[in-house]
């Protein structure tokens, strides 16, 4: 099993600029949740999906963060436009429903906003 | 106040000690606790599950007491392999994990 796999590894921007975030879950995992990680917040919940449903998006931080799940293999997490305070490693994990506490971690995206 | 609060450490340690991790958590309506690891530049991954009675996997033991709403995480004989950082979970519903901010411990030769 591959793992769940985001992309890019690294993204560096400007202030201003669209960024989308890549996700492709395990397969077989029905959920999927995207995170946040800074070192003065640590890691935050963004949003979560079931079966591609968005269950709960109260941790985006404000309305030019977005995230859309058309299939069961794919997710975007999008800012836009991007801010320097944005700069963070953005985490996709997924899992199973019924046991959603083995919530597998993919590499992480590391952002940079200039 | 956080929801899941944990002392930041950093802990070090020499090979071979005995170190604990505590843990206190808010919500009395939590439902499951977990601890998870995080190497530096990596992703967080699951150490083991917390369990009312108590549980020990190898050097690992964890306990939770929800009178206190604490939980805790003791490792003993330490590897130089088990420097990381350690992030307490609290599960208030399926889906709803919330993640302390994490200890970082180091074990030196």
């Known amino acids: 099993d591959a793992g769940v796999i985001q992309s890019p590894r690294h993204e560096v921007t400007e202030m201003g600029q669209e960024v989308t975030l890549r996700c492709k879950p395990i397969s077989g995992h029905n959920s999927l949740f995207w995170y946040r990680q800074t070192m003065m917040r640590g890691l935050e919940l963004l949003i979560y999906f079931n079966n591609n449903v968005p269950i709960d998006d109260s941790g985006m931080p404000e309305d030019r963060f977005s995230a859309k799940m058309p299939n069961a293999s794919f997710s975007t997490l999008k800012i836009q436009p991007s801010e320097p305070r944005d700069s963070a490693v953005y985490f996709c994990?997924?899992?199973?429903?019924?046991?959603?506490?083995?919530?597998?971690f993919g590499p992480g995206t590391r952002l940079t906003v200039l | 106040r956080k929801e899941v609060e944990q002392d930041p450490g950093p802990f070090n340690v020499p090979e071979g000690a005995t170190v604990a991790f505590n843990c206190t958590y808010s919500?009395?309506?939590?439902?499951?606790f977990f601890w998870y690891r995080q190497d530096c530049r990596k992703e967080p991954k699951l150490l083991m599950s917390?369990?009312?009675s108590g549980n020990e996997d190898g050097r690992f033991t964890a306990q939770l007491n929800r009178a206190s709403q604490y939980i805790s995480l003791l490792i003993r004989d330490s590897k130089l392999s088990d420097s990381a950082t350690y992030l307490c979970?609290?599960?208030?519903?399926?889906?709803?994990?919330?993640f302390g901010a994490g200890t970082r411990l180091t074990v030196k030769p």
């Open positions: 917390v369990y009312s």
């Open positions: 994990a997924s899992s199973l429903v019924l046991r959603a506490s083995e919530q597998f």
């Open positions: 919500n009395s309506a939590s439902q499951s």
């Open positions: 979970v609290v599960n208030l519903n399926n889906n709803d994990m919330r």
